[in-house]
């Protein structure tokens, strides 16, 4: 039998589970944008359903909800050449992802990483959807037959296990319906580091306001966080390879370099030897001067609450427009009866 061919298609999501953050942005949304063009066809969603697999107030949950879709309307996704819309509006989401629980085998889920990181010594508390949050992320990419997921470096085990279980799925019902979804994981902003603390990831819901920079704070607050960054004495080194030893250095390095659309070595070359006192104020300036656009449109977009809900129920129309059929398909691969 001959192997189906999958259009290109890329699908990736933020959960709205607070402000979004320069981690978000460089590792995600700017890619997103990027990625809108002729090569693929590009869907975009806010992943509501995972954000609440952690208590989210209601009201908040909407609020952040329109956030995450002005983040990506004002950062350039297009409502008309990307899908864009609220996973919560497509039921299909939460119905593939329950047979992916079925498929999904609980030692795969217990090797998760994120999980063990977000429920720390909480594990017996914390919900039943924190846990089985990746075969519902599964869902989401398999339900568009999704051939590229763009996302951060922290997202990478969930993609494999998204692999995992569209090739269990394939396996036990012996079809070719699932395809191997591609990981896209590249450049400098795979990572973005806390910072505070340059081992840790930047999150939404990380501890401490001064830990991240959010995309909607002002000029000021930028360069008053970068100015109380974390870092070490040393003034920058000649190479890349004096990074290695120094997160807080990097990450900043890091930073710069995906704001600027450079490399790390180009960033390097230029500030080799420089204190801290003449670089943290030119990656304000330069965090100001990509992110201060960004953030008045989203101050405008955020004014007309209405606006946003139609572009996201227009988007939610088209998305189900491609996962109905292919829930249906799923539906019929395992035995449901449809009369
Ligand atoms: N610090 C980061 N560096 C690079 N990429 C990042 N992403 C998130 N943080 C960073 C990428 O953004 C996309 C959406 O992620 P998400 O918000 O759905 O989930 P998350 O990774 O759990 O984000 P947070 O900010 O850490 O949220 P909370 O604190 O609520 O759990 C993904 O592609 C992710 O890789």
């Known amino acids: ?22 981690g978000n942005y460089l590792g995600a949304i700017k890619r997103f944008v990027d990625m809108q063009g002729p090569k ?34 004002a950062s350039g996704i297009d409502p008309e050449r990307s899908i864009l819309f609220n996973q919560s509006q497509v039921h299909e989401h939460a119905e593939l992802g329950w047979l992916f629980n079925c498929v999904a085998r609980v030692g795969w889920m217990n090797r998760m990483t994120q999980f063990k990181d977000k429920a720390g010594e909480n594990a017996e508390g914390v919900s039943l959807g924190l846990y089985a949050y990746p075969s519902l992320m599964a869902a989401d990419i398999l339900l568009y037959h999704a051939t590229h997921v763009p ?21 036990d019902y012996k079809v070719d319906f699932f395809p191997m979804t591609t990981p896209v994981i590249e450049g400098p902003a795979m990572r973005i580091m806390n910072l505070r603390d340059g081992t840790k990831k930047m999150s939404k819901s990380g501890e401490s306001d001064m830990e991240r920079i959010n995309m909607t704070d002002d000029a000021d607050l930028i360069a008053k966080k970068f100015k109380k960054a974390k870092t070490d004495p040393e003034p920058l080194p000649e190479t890349v390879e004096g990074l290695a030893a120094r997160p807080e250095a990097k990450n900043l390095v890091d930073i710069y370099a995906a704001l600027n659309d450079q490399t790390a070595e180009q960033v390097i070359t230029e500030y080799a030897g ?22 008045t449109e989203m101050k405008r977009l955020m004014d007309d609450p209405a606006e946003i809900d139609r572009t996201l129920g227009r988007g939610a129309d088209r998305a189900r427009e491609i996962a109905q059929p292919i829930l249906r398909q799923a539906y019929d691969i395992v035995g449901m009866l449809r009369s």
């Open 1 to 22: 039998m001959t192997k189906p061919v999958f259009a290109p298609r890329v699908f990736s999501g933020i959960k709205p589970s607070g402000g979004l953050t320069l």
């Open 40 to 73: 693929f066809e590009t869907i975009y969603c806010v992943v509501d359903l995972h954000a609440i697999t952690v208590w989210q107030d209601p009201a908040e949950l909407r609020t952040a909800t329109r956030e995450v879709a002005a983040g990506y309307l």
């Open 151 to 171: 996302v951060g470096e922290d997202q990478k085990q969930h993609v494999e296990l998204t692999r995992d279980i569209a090739a269990k799925f394939n396996h």
């Open 274 to 295: 420089a204190g801290w006192g003449r670089f943290k104020p030119a990656l304000a300036d330069l965090a100001v001067e990509k992110l201060a656009p960004i953030s």
